[in-house]
């Protein structure tokens, strides 16, 4: 049975009272009534919460008080928004609902009141607010955690900048509006910041839910949000650092977070990465930074259960059980995804199972449904076209009862090695003027090798293949818009030359407007803060 431990429970002595605007963080400051009581700091708790905001939506579970003001729990996820920002607005999915803003992320046409946006935004700001907190009043109690929380908080500052570019910036608790900071500049602090806290991080090694520290950042997560990083500086500073990229991601590769092989009774070892059981099946040697979940101790709508819930559909296979009794059926495949898999196949003709899905692509990654499903979204309100995806499932391998019949046990891998494979090969393709070295291309058949896909060669590797692969091993991880950026296809001078169905607004696709390759400021956080100037465009 799966271990509860680590499981982000806070007394309420712990609760932070933080509105989610960067404008208005003196909220968090509090003053004891009566001048006798004396205010002690519960140093535990307030560490797990700075994990906790990326977990879960407050201290009472998915059904209660959602620590972002004025909005619910299930919209403000953190999983569930950086997968809608980074994933809806893209070649891999697309979704048939009709609630604020996800339109708009289908059709790319998101504006500074997109509610999405904001609560995502407002999530990761609220995180840093928890971080500068226990920075503020818990630093010098343990070395190891302090480390932590920075790397937690520049893991927020990291998001921020990838989707908002220039934004408010601040180290410290205060009443006063922060400053903006330059997306260049912010890049430089985040490097700074990781390099300088990592030695104190826990040292890299492979954990499970017995074990631990499990699910706490170690030293390797700095290295592969440098690596993360670096492969995008180009995009954030101008200057390109393919060598660091791939310097850093070789440290990961090396170290003990390696490629989970061990699949069983008929689950593939890819498969296992995103089950109920995956910080216990052995499957976590690949997880770098999981975030957890239990069905019981620690429910969300806005985690794991929102990538299983929003992409299965009641209609599906029984033999396909995926462990919860939620099938919201909104999310689907594109078919730009798909044909990475199928490149000679017409769509039509598969008509298969997901298990039956994957024997047929020759890649265990393949793991769509598409009975009764045309491959091409030709209406995005309705869920009779676009394939299923059943990547995400709470069943277990060991055939093991989850905890609920709702709720999910699978903890999700935000950070784990696999991704460090795919920037050392992009990064030594880019050093070497687009094609991958002899050596290299290891890393890419380590994957393929994984997933019992064919090899290939170095000369097949071009830096578009590369591209393709991410695909293929990342897809609804939320790695997408941002992958799109970097190669220059997502909007811009080249976003007509790389379409996909809905792309712009029309079913054969059109390209859009390079602004659109940051989001703009929540209006209102900048019309709270003087001190903000909107993004280009907006």
């Given at each position: 049975m799966k271990a509860m431990k680590f499981k982000y429970i806070l007394p309420a002595a712990a609760v932070m009272l933080a509105a989610g605007l960067t404008s208005c963080v003196g909220d968090l400051d509090v003053t004891p009534i009566d001048p006798a009581t004396t205010m002690t700091v519960d140093e535990p708790a307030l560490y797990t919460k700075c994990y906790a905001n990326m977990a879960l939506a407050g201290n009472t579970g998915a059904d209660g008080d959602c620590d972002i003001d004025r909005l619910d729990g299930g919209t403000t996820g953190f999983v569930r928004q950086m997968w809608n920002a980074n994933e809806l607005p893209t070649d891999e999915a697309i979704c048939c609902w009709g609630d604020p803003g996800i339109p708009q992320f289908n059709?790319?046409?998101?504006?500074?009141?997109?509610?999405?946006?904001?609560?995502?935004?407002?999530?990761?700001?609220?995180?840093?607010?928890?971080?500068?907190?226990?920075?503020?009043?818990?630093?010098?109690?343990?070395?190891?955690?302090?480390?932590?929380?920075?790397?937690?908080?520049?893991?927020?500052?990291?998001?921020?900048?990838?989707?908002?570019?220039?934004?408010?910036?601040?180290?410290?608790?205060?009443?006063?509006?922060?400053e903006q900071i330059q997306r260049a500049d912010l890049f430089k602090w985040i490097e700074s910041e990781l390099k300088d806290c990592m030695g104190n991080m826990l040292e890299p090694a492979v954990r499970t839910s017995a074990s631990t520290g499990y699910g706490r950042a170690d030293q390797d997560a700095a290295n592969l949000l440098l690596a993360r990083m670096y492969l995008n500086a180009e995009v954030y500073t101008g200057e390109a650092r393919w060598a660091d990229a791939k310097a850093y991601a070789e440290k990961v590769i090396n170290g003990p977070h390696k490629l989970w092989e061990g699949g069983t009774n008929g689950w593939s070892?890819?498969?296992?990465?995103?089950?109920?059981?995956?910080?216990?099946?052995?499957?976590?040697?690949?997880?770098?930074?999981?975030?957890?979940?239990?069905?019981?101790?620690?429910?969300?709508?806005?985690?794991?259960?929102?990538?299983?819930?929003?992409?299965?559909?009641?209609?599906?296979?029984?033999?396909?059980?995926?462990?919860?009794?939620?099938?919201?059926?909104?999310?689907?495949?594109?078919?730009?995804?798909?044909?990475?898999?199928?490149?000679?196949?017409?769509?039509?003709?598969?008509?298969?199972?997901?298990?039956?899905?994957?024997?047929?692509?020759?890649?265990?990654?393949?793991?769509?449904?598409?009975?009764?499903?045309?491959?091409?979204?030709?209406?995005?309100?309705?869920?009779?076209?676009?394939?299923?995806?059943?990547?995400?499932r709470n069943t277990y391998s060991t055939g093991a009862t989850p905890h609920s019949t709702k709720f999910c046990d699978t903890d999700y891998f935000l950070m784990r090695s696999g991704e460090a494979y795919l920037i050392a090969a992009e990064a030594d393709a880019r050093m070497n003027g687009g094609q991958i070295s002899n050596d290299a291309v290891q890393y890419i058949n380590a994957l393929r090798k994984r997933a019992h896909a064919s090899q290939v060669t170095a000369e097949q590797c071009t830096l578009d293949y590369i591209l393709d692969e991410r695909s293929r091993e990342l897809y609804f991880e939320g790695f997408r818009r941002t992958d799109l950026v970097r190669y220059g296809y997502f909007g811009g001078e080249h976003s007509a030359d790389f379409t996909w169905e809905w792309k712009g607004g029309v079913q054969g696709g059109q390209g859009f407007e390079a602004y659109r390759n940051v989001y703009a400021i929540p209006a209102e956080d900048k019309n709270a803060n003087p001190n903000i100037q909107q993004n280009a465009g907006y």
């Open positions: 059709f790319n046409t998101w504006d500074a009141s997109h509610p999405m946006l904001e609560g995502f935004y407002n999530r990761l700001f609220t995180g840093i607010a928890y971080c500068n907190h226990y920075l503020d009043v818990c630093d010098g109690i343990d070395a190891t955690r302090t480390a932590e929380v920075r790397f937690l908080r520049a893991l927020y500052y990291y998001h921020l900048m990838d989707c908002y570019g220039n934004v408010p910036f601040t180290t410290v608790l205060s009443t006063t509006s922060p070892s890819y498969q296992m990465l995103f089950m109920g059981d995956n910080g216990e099946s052995g499957a976590s040697v690949e997880a770098i930074l999981p975030l957890l979940q239990d069905g019981v101790t620690t429910t969300s709508w806005g985690t794991s259960l929102f990538l299983m819930a929003s992409t299965w559909k009641s209609d599906m296979d029984t033999n396909n059980d995926y462990g919860t009794s939620e099938n919201w059926a909104g999310n689907r495949a594109r078919s730009n995804l798909i044909r990475r898999f199928f490149p000679n196949t017409p769509l039509t003709d598969l008509v298969y199972t997901i298990n039956d899905m994957a024997a047929v692509a020759n890649d265990d990654r393949a793991l769509f449904y598409s009975i009764d499903r045309e491959p091409v979204v030709t209406n995005p309100s309705e869920f009779t076209s676009g394939f299923s995806v059943g990547k995400f």
